[in-house]
């Protein structure tokens, strides 16, 4: 049977041999929902980059400037970190150059794994169903927060892995953890949330409506891959 391993933390990635994987990133609290919001109404491509700078350049392309720091949306970008503000751009199927403290940095990490693809509740159903079909050990690799770990991207985990637990070995601790976690919280997990360290400092920020959007499950069936330097949905 083929196996599914949880990484934590960016910090951990380097333990886990990604060269024959999938690895499915997630940083629910907010990147990769902002990446699935946005390509699942009209975005063409986002590209994931770990530095303002690096934005900046790309943006000459004619790319959208999105991101954040601390946050709050960088200073001259078009757009900050919001699902809402993601999707409004896919009304002009905008091109969108990324950059967040973490999520786009463990895309960075994973980028020379052989297959990456994008993960957040709002697809997670979606993602299970395409790793069923894809015949490759997996790796659920968490953004986190600046290296530490993050409630909302091991709930991911959880509800990703009691999708696949017919289908995969859960081949670490890491694992067993997240699907206890989750199933324990399933039924309210934006009230399980509330305590959290991300909610607390995000909810500071007012985007409290952005967390309630990010921790919902199956709203988009779509799964986006990175495709060398872009992340896009393939045409089915
Ligand atoms: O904007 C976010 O949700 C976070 C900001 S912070 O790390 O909490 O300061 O960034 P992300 O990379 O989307 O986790």
Redesign the pocket.
């Known amino acids: 049977m083929r196996k599914i391993e949880v990484c934590y933390t960016p910090e951990l990635i380097q333990l886990y041999p990604l060269e024959d994987k999938v690895v499915v990133v997630v940083?629910v609290?907010?990147?990769t929902s902002?990446m699935v919001a946005g390509l699942a109404n009209g975005v063409k491509e986002v590209r994931p980059v770990a530095s303002v700078d690096a934005a900046w350049e790309i943006a000459k392309e004619g790319y959208i400037t999105a991101g954040?720091?601390?946050?709050v949306k960088v200073e001259g970008f078009q757009i900050?970190?919001s699902p809402f503000e993601h999707m409004e751009m896919g009304k002009s199927n905008a091109k969108i150059v990324q950059t967040?403290?973490?999520?786009?940095?463990a895309i960075d990490k994973s980028a020379y794994a052989p297959h990456v693809i994008i993960g957040a509740m709002l697809n997670v159903s979606a993602v299970a169903e395409y790793l069923k079909k894809y015949d490759h050990d997996v790796i659920i690799h968490c953004?986190g927060?600046?290296g530490k770990y993050s409630l909302e991207d091991s709930l991911f985990a959880g509800a990703l892995l009691e999708r696949l637990k017919s289908d995969f070995t859960i081949g670490c601790d890491a694992g067993l953890a997240a699907l206890t976690m989750y199933n324990a919280v399933k039924d309210d997990i934006f009230g399980f949330m509330k305590t959290s360290s991300?909610v607390q400092?995000?909810g500071k920020l007012g985007?409290i409506d952005?967390i309630e959007y990010c921790l919902k499950e199956d709203i988009f069936d779509i799964v986006p891959v990175l495709e060398n330097t872009a992340i896009v949905v393939p045409e089915q």
């Not at 954040?68 to 946050?71: A, D, F, I, K, L």
């Not at 967040?100 to 940095?105: E, R």
């Open positions: 940083d609290l907010r990147a902002c954040e720091r601390n946050g900050g970190n967040t403290t973490n999520g786009t940095l953004a927060w600046k991300h400092r995000l985007v952005d």
